[in-house]
């Protein structure tokens, strides 16, 4: 192994803060010739998480548009990477059923590239590591040549989010929400309107509307769906 490689992976192997970690892993794989690395952490999965950590160089604006258009929902990477922890290489026929996101990807520069999951024992912990560039395709002997350092970055990283997450959780404050709140925000977490929500509980919608209210004030958020969003974030539902 070259002085260089040893040096970084002992360096990360020892680092302890995870935005520090991370770059050592870009500076390394930059100099494996890939312009853009991005590791990603979630509690649940990447279309349905609570938390999560995101760590990429990928381009401007990247991240809000994957946001925006809802891509984790249907990203055939993030479906592989579910059930598999081995890597998958990016192509159009991967991208078959998501032709969109395949446009996107090549428009953005993000052409060549692979992903890979670490998947906790649990199941609770969940990330994704992937490296790309512009131009030059990747070959099988590139591919394996690199696997092995990025199982041992991913790994890495990986341990070093979790630690994150759980931190994060930990340190959140507790909210009191009464029981009759909680199935409140429970019904209309499964899309329900106050007056759904009040005959499913034998309630009126004036009282529904008035438990929404107590939970949007204890949980300091300025409406319904924050609520919503909330109470999932701290585990209340």
């Known amino acids: 192994m070259d002085r260089w ?21 870009l500076n390394f794989f930059n100099n494996q010739g890939f312009e853009y690395c991005a590791f ?21 604006g990247w991240d809000r548009l994957y946001e ?12 592989h990477c579910n059930q598999s922890p081995l890597p998958i290489l990016w192509d159009e026929t991967v ?3 998501a032709p969109k996101l395949w446009r996107e990807l090549n428009r953005q520069g993000l052409k060549y590239g692979w992903t890979q999951a670490v998947h906790d024992e649990q199941g609770a912990q969940y990330s994704l ?7 030059c395709p990747i070959d099988i002997e590139e591919h394996y040549g690199n696997l092995g350092y990025a199982i041992f970055a991913s790994q890495r990283l990986h341990a070093l989010a979790s ?6 959780i930990e340190v959140q404050p507790r909210c009191h929400l009464s029981p009759r709140e909680i199935e409140v925000l ?17 309630l009126s919608e ?24 909330k109470a999932a974030q701290i585990h209340v539902i």
């Open 206 to 229: 004036r009282t529904v509307n008035f438990h929404v209210c107590s939970c949007m004030r204890k949980l300091n958020v300025s409406n319904k769906i924050s609520a919503v969003a």
């Open 163 to 168: 630690k994150k997450l759980v931190d994060a």
């Open 40 to 60: 990603a952490a979630y509690l649940g999965s990447p279309d349905k998480h609570t938390s999560k950590v995101n760590l990429n160089n990928y381009p401007y």
């Open 5 to 25: 490689k040893d040096l970084l992976l002992r360096k990360l192997s020892c680092e302890k803060d995870l935005q520090t970690a991370y770059r050592l892993v």
């Open 129 to 135: 590591f992937s490296l790309a560039r512009t131009h």
């Open 186 to 202: 429970r019904w209309s977490a499964e899309g329900k309107t106050a007056s759904e929500v009040g005959r499913i509980l034998c």
């Open 95 to 97: 991208f078959a059923q």
């Open 68 to 79: 925006q258009n809802g891509y984790a929902s249907n990203d055939p990477l993030v479906a």
